[in-house]
């Protein structure tokens, strides 16, 4: 092939592997996302297919799978089969794929013929990657986000101090395993460019989330350390005094005070003026007196707009932001200016989320990215350019190869 973009088979479902691929869309890499044709299923394929609201024109797709399948081609090989096992391996071959991924339970990558040995042994640069929720030393966990979260302590410290523990508003373990294989597989494939190896990488999510537990878990070292910080503080930060959301005459907002010289510039501001004592010159003394600081911010902020506290602070250069539902946020010129988009197939523009980071392939696309492919869309070009005949295609099709 020539000129041939780094090419991705994804065996793909759910989240955390969608998300990781999106990121190497963007980046102008070829993914083939690979599904289960689910013969005699009601809703073949990846479930997330019809999770939301149905979109116009776009039969078996949802608003949910949008997103994280922009710009993927999709393929159906049943791997139950032995046919449709052979056919992955021909692929990797055919297509000179440089990455294969899955989030399969690493309990079944054997039987599925999509372990590393078998698949390197296809093609032995490939460079192999499998998110799950424990990593292969426990290959018969399942995980999923919400789940994650509770085992792996965020539940336990989101949340009102006297409240139930609550999960993030987003699936954030998913994410993050999400970026880790992306990252783990960028890396893989500039070491390659330089040993010529393939390389084998596991991303536990648990381990991923346990990561970011850097400001909770090396607490335990410590035992002086105010135990609670381990502990649930609602909208408070843990270390930083004062941190938190205050209501407003119309809203709420967040100011997040870094060190004591802010403190003393909010203090002796005009109409702060009464914040101030001796005893809270410190990070460590207004910890001492912070249920009484907070008392008193609330009262200032509920005699002021949201807008007229957020311009208070800002001319003091202090960290403010009003709290911002997600249509709010919509309309924000940051967003506005960064939002990728795709074409539904009712002919409208729909805006996503923007990339992480907005790469030359998005801005050579103006940030647009083709709208998710329906259920093996894509099985005869792919199969096609990997040598197959019309008649072969048709062939595997009748035996519920694909």
């Given at each position: 092939m020539k000129n041939k973009p780094i090419t991705i088979l994804s065996l793909e479902q759910a989240l955390a592997l969608p998300h990781a691929s999106l990121r190497m869309v963007q980046m102008g890499w070829r993914v083939i996302r690979i599904e289960s044709p689910g013969m005699g299923e009601e809703r073949p394929g990846d479930p997330n297919r019809y999770i939301g609201a149905p979109v116009d024109g776009a039969e078996g797709i949802s608003s949910y799978f949008v997103a994280p399948n922009l710009g993927k081609e999709c393929m159906t090989i049943n791997l139950k089969l032995p046919e449709g096992r052979q056919l992955l391996h021909h692929l990797v071959n055919a297509l000179e794929v440089d990455v294969f991924m899955c989030n399969t339970l690493p309990a079944r990558y054997a039987a599925l013929g999509i372990d590393y040995k078998s698949l390197s042994g296809q093609k032995p640069d490939l460079i192999w990657c499998g998110i799950s929720a424990m990593g292969p030393g426990e290959p018969s966990r399942a995980g999923y986000d919400p789940a994650l979260q509770a085992l792996m302590g965020f539940t336990y410290l989101t949340g009102e101090p006297d409240g139930m523990p609550v999960p993030c508003g987003l699936p954030i373990i998913d994410l993050k395993a999400g970026?880790?294989?992306?990252?783990?597989?960028?890396?893989?494939?500039?070491?390659?460019?330089?040993?010529?190896?393939?390389?084998?990488?596991?991303?536990?999510?648990?381990?991923?989330?346990?990561?970011?537990?850097?400001?909770?878990?090396?607490?335990?070292?410590?035992?002086?350390?105010?135990?609670?910080?381990?502990?649930?503080?609602?909208?408070?930060?843990?270390?930083?005094?004062?941190?938190?959301?205050?209501?407003?005459?119309?809203?709420?907002?967040?100011?997040?005070?870094?060190?004591?010289?802010?403190?003393?510039?909010?203090?002796?501001?005009?109409?702060?003026?009464?914040?101030?004592?001796?005893?809270?010159?410190?990070?460590?003394?207004?910890?001492?007196?912070?249920?009484?600081?907070?008392?008193?911010?609330?009262?200032?902020?509920?005699?002021?707009?949201?807008?007229?506290?957020?311009?208070?602070c800002l001319g003091l250069k202090l960290a403010v932001a009003p709290v911002q539902a997600i249509p709010q946020i919509a309309q924000m010129d940051m967003v506005q200016h960064q939002a990728q988009h795709t074409t539904l197939p009712t002919g409208q523009t729909a805006w996503m989320a923007p990339a992480a980071y907005t790469t030359d392939y998005l801005k050579n696309n103006g940030l647009h990215l083709d709208f998710p492919g329906k259920l093996g869309q894509d099985n005869q070009t792919v199969l096609a350019q990997a040598g197959y005949t019309p008649q072969e295609i048709a062939q595997m099709k009748a035996q519920h190869t694909i």
């Amino acid at each position: 092939m020539k000129n041939k973009p780094i090419t991705i088979l994804s065996l793909e479902q759910a989240l955390a592997l969608p998300h990781a691929s999106l990121r190497m869309v963007q980046m102008g890499w070829r993914v083939i996302r690979i599904e289960s044709p689910g013969m005699g299923e009601e809703r073949p394929g990846d479930p997330n297919r019809y999770i939301g609201a149905p979109v116009d024109g776009a039969e078996g797709i949802s608003s949910y799978f949008v997103a994280p399948n922009l710009g993927k081609e999709c393929m159906t090989i049943n791997l139950k089969l032995p046919e449709g096992r052979q056919l992955l391996h021909h692929l990797v071959n055919a297509l000179e794929v440089d990455v294969f991924m899955c989030n399969t339970l690493p309990a079944r990558y054997a039987a599925l013929g999509i372990d590393y040995k078998s698949l390197s042994g296809q093609k032995p640069d490939l460079i192999w990657c499998g998110i799950s929720a424990m990593g292969p030393g426990e290959p018969s966990r399942a995980g999923y986000d919400p789940a994650l979260q509770a085992l792996m302590g965020f539940t336990y410290l989101t949340g009102e101090p006297d409240g139930m523990p609550v999960p993030c508003g987003l699936p954030i373990i998913d994410l993050k395993a999400g970026d880790e294989a992306f990252t783990q597989v960028a890396l893989a494939l500039l070491e390659r460019g330089h040993t010529g190896r393939g390389k084998e990488i596991h991303v536990s999510m648990a381990q991923c989330a346990a990561s970011w537990l850097i400001t909770a878990l090396p607490q335990l070292n410590f035992p002086a350390a105010d135990p609670r910080v381990l502990e649930r503080s609602g909208n408070e930060h843990r270390s930083f005094i004062p941190s938190n959301a205050y209501p407003t005459l119309d809203g709420f907002v967040y100011l997040a005070i870094g060190n004591d010289s802010q403190w003393d510039k909010l203090a002796h501001s005009p109409g702060f003026e009464s914040l101030y004592r001796s005893n809270r010159v410190t990070n460590e003394g207004r910890r001492a007196d912070k249920d009484a600081i907070y008392k008193e911010m609330k009262a200032i902020s509920l005699g002021m707009s949201t807008d007229d506290f957020v311009r208070h602070c800002l001319g003091l250069k202090l960290a403010v932001a009003p709290v911002q539902a997600i249509p709010q946020i919509a309309q924000m010129d940051m967003v506005q200016h960064q939002a990728q988009h795709t074409t539904l197939p009712t002919g409208q523009t729909a805006w996503m989320a923007p990339a992480a980071y907005t790469t030359d392939y998005l801005k050579n696309n103006g940030l647009h990215l083709d709208f998710p492919g329906k259920l093996g869309q894509d099985n005869q070009t792919v199969l096609a350019q990997a040598g197959y005949t019309p008649q072969e295609i048709a062939q595997m099709k009748a035996q519920h190869t694909i």
